[in-house]
C-alpha cells in the first residue's frame, strides 16, 4: 500500500508549502533547476544565487550561514525515507 | 524518486537544503521521519481541508460576484427601459402637443381666411348698398327733373292758352311756334 502523505504530494494537493512543492515536482519527474527558477520569479531571497548548480549553491549558503549541513542532510534522508 | 542514493546524488538534495535553509522548511514538514508522518499526513489532510473550504469560499464569492453582477445587470436595463420608456413617452407627449397647436393654428388660419371671405364679402355688400344707394337718388334726382320740365310744359301750354304775356313770352311764343 502507497503511503498515504505520498499520494497526497503526487496528487499535487499540498501546494502552499515550498518544501511540499519540491516534494511534489520530484514526485512527477520535474527538474529541480527548472523548479527553483520558477521559484525565484516570486521569491527575491532566491534571485542572484546560481540555481544551475544547486548543490554548489547549498554548500556555500551553508558555510555562509555557519550551518551544518550534514546534519540537515541527515534529516533530509530521513523524510525521504519516509516517503518510500 | 526511486532510491535515496540516486536522490542523493541528484540536484534536489541541493534545492532541498536551499529551501530549507532560506524558507525555513524543516519546521513544518517531514524531517523528523518515522514517528512523524502521521502528523505529516494530518498536516496535509488539514491543508487540504482548507484548500476546499477556501475553493468552496471562493465558489461561493463567484456564486456571489455572477448573482450581483446579474442583478445589476437587470436593473440596469430596467432603468434604461424605464428611461427609454419615459423618453419615449415624452416624445409622444409633444408630438401629441405639436400635432394640437398644428391642430390649433389650421383652426386659425381657417377662421381669419373666414374672416376674409366675409370682409371681402361685407365690403361687397357695403359697395353695392352705396351703389344702390346711388342708382337711387339718381333715379329719385331724374324723376325730380322730369316733374319739373312736365310742370314746365303744362305751365308753358297753359300760359299759351290763356293768351296771358309774361315777361319772356316772345321767346315761349317762338318756342312754341
Redesign the interface.
Known sequence: MQ???LS??QSG??Q?????Q?VGA??RGES??A??QNLAKS?P??QG?DLN??????EQ??AQ?G?D?NA??S?????????K | MTENSSFFGSDWLGAFLIIAVLFGGFGGFGFGGGANAAIDVGAAINNQTVQQALGAIQLSSANNNYETSRLIDNQTMYLMNQNNTNLVNAIQGFNTTAQTITSGFNSVNQNIANLGYKMEECCCGIKTMLLENRLQDTQIALQNEQNKAINAEQSAYLLSVMGKWVANAPATTAAGA
Open positions: 503511503n498515504p502523505m497526497l504530494l494537493q499540498s502552499n508549502n515550498i518544501m511540499m519540491a520530484m514526485m529541480p533547476q523548479f527553483m521569491n531571497q532566491l544565487l548548480n544547486l548543490n554548489q549553491t547549498a549558503l551553508y550561514n550551518q549541513i540537515v542532510k534529516k533530509i534522508n530521513q523524510f525521504i525515507g519516509g516517503l
